[in-house]
C-alpha cells in the first residue's frame, strides 16, 4: 500500500495527465518521456529564454524582464515587471501595477492591475482559451 | 451611471447604423454599426452589439463583435463576451469574462491610434514623412557597371580609357 501523497499535472508537451509525487519538483511524462518542469519559477532579473514552461506557477517580479517566446505555467502567470512573450496559462494572468506585457496571451482569466500597461499582442481570455501553443510557437520571433 | 442623463436602448430594439451620445448610454437590444459616446457605455446582459464603441468608460455585460476604445477604462464583467481589439486606459476582466482580440492598455494606450482607425489610415496617404526620406536620400554614385542616364556611352579605344578632362 503506498501512503505517499501524490498530486496530478498535466504535461505541457503532449497535454497527458501525469500522476506524480506531491514533493516532486521534477519529473517525465511517461507519455512522452519528456522533462517536466513542476515547481514554480521566479524572475528576478533580466532572463533571455526561448520557453519558459512550468507545470508551475511563473513569477515575474519587479526588476525581473523575461525576453523570450514563450512562457506557459500550468497554474498561472504573475507579472511584476517586464515580459516580452507570449504567454500561455492554465491559471490566472495577474499582471500587476508596474507590469509591462507583450505579446500574445492565453489563459481562462485575466487580471490587470491600474497602471499596468499591455500593448498589442492578441489575447485570448476565457474559459474557452486553448492552451495549446502550436501556432505561438510556429510563428516567427 | 446616472439614470436621468442615461440614452437606454430597449431589449427589444435592433438598430443598425452609427449612434453618438453626448451623455452615457445602455444598450440592452441589438445594435450594428458604430457607438460613439461622450460618457459611459454600458451593454447590458444579453444584448449584443456588432460594432466598434468609443467612449470614455465600456461596461460590458453582454456580446460586442467589434472594436472597443475606452479613454478611462473597459469593465467585462463575468457574463461580457468581447471579440475584437481592445484599447484602453485601464482594464478590469472579471471571473468569467471571455476576450478574444489584440489588446492595448495603459496610461498611454488611448493617446495612440485606434486599431480600427489605424487599419484604415494605412489606405491612405500617410506615409509622406516616409516619401520625403527616401526622396532627401542621396542618389548613389555611378560604379561603372552599367549605363547611368544621361551620360553617354564611351567605349574604350587601344586599351586606355579616354580623359573627360581633355575632352
Redesign the interface.
Known sequence: MNDTPSRTVTCYHCRKPVTISAYAISATCPGCYKGLVLDDLVVRDVHWAGKLRTCGKVVVERKGRVIGRLIQAAQGVEVEGIVEAAVVSGGAVIVKTTARLSGD?RAP????E????????????????PLTVDEITARPA | MSEAQTTVIGRDAKIKGEMSFEQSARILGTFEGKIVAKGDVQVGEGAVCRASVEATTVMVDGLIEGDVLARERVELTAKA?VKGD?CAA????A???????????????TTAEHPATAAAATNTPTNATEVETKSARPARPWSGGWTAPNQPVVVPTNGAWPNPSAA
Open positions: 496571451c482569466r485575466l487580471i490587470v491600474p497602471g499596468a500597461t499591455i500593448s498589442g499582442g492578441h489575447f485570448h481570455i476565457g474559459p474557452d482559451a | 463576451r481592445l485601464a482594464l478590469v476582466v471571473d468569467g469574462a471571455s476576450f478574444v482580440g489584440h489588446c492595448r492598455v495603459g496610461p498611454d494606450a
